[in-house]
């Protein structure tokens, strides 16, 4: 009998493990590690294929980011996973498009990122989609024309609360928008403030 053929199909985890977007590349990076040790080989066509993980930690900045996909990009790996932040998605795009590596965003959502090329797949919903989802539920569930819409005071944030503001407005919903800087841990005073807003 004829012993398969094996072959190992290296794919890169690109993901912020450090820094202010760690939290949610954690995550990430547990569901696909989780993954990995549910399926970790297939075999097609009497040729096995074992998947090895390249999990690195891009940071939190764009530069941090921009740096580990160059290095992720010279590791001889078919795909790349990543990364969950959007703003980060978008900064290392064209590095994979230029070494010919396609990326699966797991958790990125902007809308912009599968516009970029044929190279970028995403498995979630989009930011326009979500937002429309949000909005209907909010109005529905609880019947009201006002939303208190509180974000981080940062690029992202603001995108993200600014789109919820056009979905919520669009049916009829008005909103009362309030920011708060990256680390703050005291909400009482924005909950006082979403009260008398009604």
Known sequence: KDKPVVHTVRIGVL?????SAAAIGRREMLGVRYA???VNSLTINKEAYEIELLPVDCGSTVDSARQAAEALAQQDVSVVIGVSDSTLSLAVGEIFEA???????AGCSDDAITR??????????TDG???AVLADFALERFGGGVAYVVSVDDEE????A???????EARGGSVFYDTVRPGTTDFAPYL????SAG
């Open 15 to 19: 993901e912020p493990l450090t820094g």
């Open 36 to 38: 990995n040790s549910l």
């Open 99 to 105: 070494n010919g590596i396609a990326v699966i965003g």
């Open 116 to 125: 970029e090329g044929n190279y970028y797949f995403r498995l979630c919903a």
């Open 129 to 131: 989609q979500e937002n």
């Open 157 to 160: 944030g603001r995108t993200l």
């Open 162 to 168: 600014e789109r919820f503001r056009l979905a919520f």
């Open 192 to 195: 006082e403030r979403a009260k």
